[in-house]
């Protein structure tokens, strides 16, 4: 053991540099082999979203992540078949429930079952029927935008690949670095052994308190790993930290572009640059002979919320401007809109603001809970 030990130290740096090398290649061979995208044909002009996907879904496809924009676009999806609607207050924006004159049950038919959830998470807390948009609701927010990311990674297994396996296989190769590095550091295997159980206390400690909301946790395990780190530079060869760190880096580099698209994923994402193509351009004329639809209230409607969430709302609003003024048009999704000095109605601005309040609220709530000062329940 002693001899192994003897000439592991001998050839320190080349092993060190080796099992970088090791490490990279395997992540550069396993993401050339499968963390790219199949290849897609050129994007047309589509005049409607892909059927059964929801806005806030679509901005997931493209973007492979959830935030309070999907929420706010599925929202005003929700608002623009008539389930909910806005009311633009001086000081805050509620979201209310259409009433059953209004149509609101009979609109809930056909939607989805997470939407259905989202609608009873959203408002079934003491039946009901209006929802402030206010810090105070932030736990409320907080639970629709988890249920909706929840959903969306359920129903984007079939559009999407991690790549796990391939991912985990490769986290295999560190341990040769964790192990044959504290062996012949400063502390010789006294020194290793003492390495070796930091690491697992710093690992039971991270797992055990890494979701807990309490801040005194989070400082215990942000200290274990302190303590981790003082060990590891100490009884460590500086070369096998170095190796350690870029090893690390590529690891989390190659863990941020390995997921990657199906042939089916790549076909809805083309499917939404086409309909981006098509909100994107102002000018109509460059797809009259292509079978676009005739501009209208109704068609404005349908897609709004599609261009809120893909990020191309200010264009398709510019698009319909002059015939949204011709027909005097003012959306039943929304009830005392801003008002600006001009004395115009400025609809369109519900939206982002009640999507920057929502995001407040959200952050509100997640940090109180980093802090340990919630005051409500994060489960649905």
């Not at 995208?37 to 892909?50: F, M, N, Q, V």
């Not at 959830?66 to 608002?79: G, I, K, R, S, V």
């Amino acid at each position: 053991m002693n001899d192994l030990i003897v000439y592991l130290y001998n050839y320190k740096n080349y092993f060190a540099v080796g099992a970088f090398a090791v490490v990279f290649s395997y992540y550069f061979c396993a993401w050339f082999a499968v963390g790219r995208d199949p290849k897609s044909g050129a994007a047309i002009p589509l005049y409607r979203p892909p059927d059964g996907i929801s806005p806030g879904f679509a901005r997931y496809l493209l973007k492979m992540k959830c935030t309070e924009q999907n929420l706010m676009a599925e929202l005003l999806h929700l608002a623009v078949k008539g389930v909910l609607y806005f009311e633009d207050g001086e000081s805050r924006t509620t979201i209310k429930l259409a009433d059953t004159a209004k149509g609101g049950g009979d609109n809930m038919s056909g939607l989805p079952d997470y939407l259905m959830k989202l609608i009873g998470i959203l408002f079934s807390e003491g039946g009901r029927a209006s929802l402030e948009v206010d810090k105070s609701n932030g736990h409320i927010f907080f639970n629709a935008n988890n249920h909706l990311k929840d959903s969306y990674e359920r129903m984007g297994k079939p559009f999407f690949t991690t790549n796990s396996i391939f991912f985990k296989a490769g986290l295999a190769l560190f341990l040769p670095i964790l192990i044959i590095g504290p062996l012949i550091g400063r502390g010789g295997p006294k020194g290793a052994f003492i390495c070796y159980g930091g690491l697992m206390l710093a690992g039971v400690i991270f797992l055990i308190f890494r979701r807990t909301p309490f801040s005194k946790d989070l400082m215990f395990s942000v200290l274990s790993f302190v303590y981790l780190a003082f060990i590891v530079f100490i009884l460590f060869n500086w070369v096998f930290i170095e190796s350690l760190v870029l090893s690390i880096a590529v690891v989390s580099f190659f863990y941020r572009v390995m997921p990657v698209r199906t042939a089916a994923g790549v076909k809805v994402a083309a499917e939404l640059e086409g309909l981006i193509m098509y909100m994107k351009t102002a000018e109509s004329s460059r797809f009259e002979n292509l079978n676009s639809p005739s501009e209208s209230p109704a068609v404005y409607e349908t897609l709004l919320p599609y261009a809120f969430a893909l990020d191309c709302a200010d264009t398709w609003v510019d698009k319909f401007s002059d015939i949204l003024q011709k027909t005097t048009y003012f959306p039943k999704w929304v009830e005392y809109a801003v008002t600006d000095s001009s004395g115009r109605t400025d609809y369109i601005f519900v939206p982002s603001h009640v999507a920057s309040e929502v995001g407040f609220s959200i952050t509100s709530y997640a940090n109180s809970l980093s802090n340990g000062s919630s005051s409500g329940s994060a489960g649905v």
